[in-house]
């Protein structure tokens, strides 16, 4: 959406000469918009409003004009409408009309139409309400066609300006929930995007701000619960996402219980429970998943990858034996290496085996949640890292005073030396004098 960078005032995009009525009868002539020219060819002056109207209502006809006039013709028509003492009621129209496939172009009459619907955005005043109707346009424009990419780069940029449109809560959470359909309606025309844990992360992060939206009693809305229930589909059938505590925390979500019980309770076994929780969940409730259009082996699959990571977290020796890895797995030993490597794959654990020790060595673990279970493994974990840099200290310690005794011991047996050596040169000196002294009474 190029112009839009932020919420000052944006220059007038478009260059227009000649008075309204000149170019309100060039309009009409172009578009072919016989009411107009009727009204325009009269003696008196004509109503602008009324002009304006039917121009407006005419401007589907931009759809079918030659590739290179279309700019050219939309920046005029776009002008036009601008003029109206109350644009916002001429809006509406004309970007639907604007947003008509361009017949004679079919290779860049998408990029031809968005740019359009853009220029219209970026006229009207950064805190004009209007602007989010527009936005709402282009965010339909964009689905349609799969042209994520033309807003990824201003999605930061959209809680400020909702908040200077001074839109309420039902406006604000369309707009969302539409910017969530864009980026999955790309990821699904185009399956080999390489950004489409970006594109599914975008929505989802988008539909829980939609979601936090509503309070009160809409927490409990029919609208309320279909978006909660889309936002926990997405979340567990998702190849990346692995925590869900953000989403248990939305109040319309907490309601599924009430509205969806076995959707609730499938959410918690995937948030703080196990593989084992899991498979008593399947035996409960027979077929449901099945029923409910879910991918069984895609969930199975997830669950033992969250097992092992809460399996990892509840170690406080931060080494996992093979065999407790096997049972909580529910897997032969000769598989425990594909699923280490899919757990560090998918950020949960960080860590290697050991085969001769047949451990598994956690270096660092994601916690799925920490409540009052995770604050006494995470006291457990300290106490025995306590105990254990005691025990080092210790050694160290005795390591240190066995190294100064050693030290002084070494000290003392050279001063011994040297006393012995200063005493043997004190004899054998005294020894040659009495010779000498004995040879000098012999002569």
């Not at 170019?23 to 009411?35: D, F, P």
């Not at 990029?111 to 853009?118: C, F, H, K, T």
């Not at 219209?120 to 527009?134: G, I, K, Q, Y």
């Not at 929505?203 to 029919?222: M, P």
């Amino acid at each position: 959406m190029p112009g839009v960078t932020s919420t000052e005032p944006q220059p007038q995009l478009l260059f227009v000469d000649g008075s309204f009525e000149d170019l309100a009868r060039e309009m009409a002539e172009y578009l072919k918009a016989e009411e107009a020219k009727q009204l325009l060819s009269g003696d008196k002056e004509a109503d602008k409003e009324e002009v304006l109207s039917k121009l407006v209502a005419a401007s589907s006809a931009l759809s079918t004009v030659p590739e290179k006039e279309f700019t050219a013709a939309s920046n005029l028509m776009i002008h036009l409408a601008m003029q109206s003492s109350d644009p916002k009621k001429l809006l509406p129209t004309l970007c639907a009309n604007l947003s008509k496939p361009l017949i004679g172009s079919p290779v860049h009459g998408a990029g031809l139409a968005l740019n359009a619907l853009v220029t219209v955005f970026n006229l009207l005043e950064p805190n004009d309400p209007v602007r989010a109707r527009v936005f709402q346009q282009i965010l339909k424009f964009l689905k349609a066609h799969g042209m994520f990419d033309g807003l990824r780069g201003y999605l930061d940029k959209l809680p400020e300006w909702i908040e200077s449109w001074g839109t309420d809560a039902a406006m604000e959470r369309k707009i969302y929930e539409d910017v969530a359909e864009v980026a999955l309606e790309s990821g699904e025309e185009k399956s080999w995007y390489a950004d489409d844990e970006f594109l599914f992360s975008t929505a989802y992060e988008f539909i829980l701000k939609a979601l936090r939206t509503f309070d009160g009693e809409e927490t409990t809305s029919e609208d309320a619960q279909r978006l909660s229930l889309r936002a926990l589909k997405m979340a567990i059938a998702s190849n990346s996402h692995y925590l869900f505590q953000d989403l248990r925390a939305i109040p319309s979500v907490q309601a599924l219980s009430d509205s969806h019980p076995v959707y609730s309770q499938l959410l918690d076994i995937f948030a703080e429970q196990d593989l084992e929780d899991y498979n008593d969940f399947n035996d409960e409730h027979k077929g449901w998943i099945e029923e409910q259009k879910l991918d069984g082996e895609k969930l199975h699959r997830k669950m033992r990858l969250l097992t092992f990571a809460s399996l990892a977290a509840a170690t406080p020796s931060r080494e996992v034996e093979y065999a407790k890895i096997t049972k909580a797995l529910q897997i032969p030993q000769e598989e425990i290496e594909i699923w280490a490597i899919d757990v560090i794959r998918a950020g949960l654990v960080e860590g290697k085996l050991s085969q001769q020790r047949q451990m598994f060595l956690v270096h660092k673990v994601t916690y799925r949640v920490f409540g009052q279970k995770q604050y006494q493994e995470l006291a457990t974990r300290v106490d025995h890292w306590r105990s254990t840099l005691q025990n080092v200290l210790g050694v160290l310690q005795q390591e240190q005073a066995n190294a100064k005794a050693a030290k002084l011991r070494e000290a003392q047996e050279i001063e011994r030396k040297l006393a012995n050596a200063s005493a043997g040169g004190h004899e054998g000196g005294r020894r040659r004098q009495q010779q000498r002294e004995r040879t000098d009474n012999d002569d």
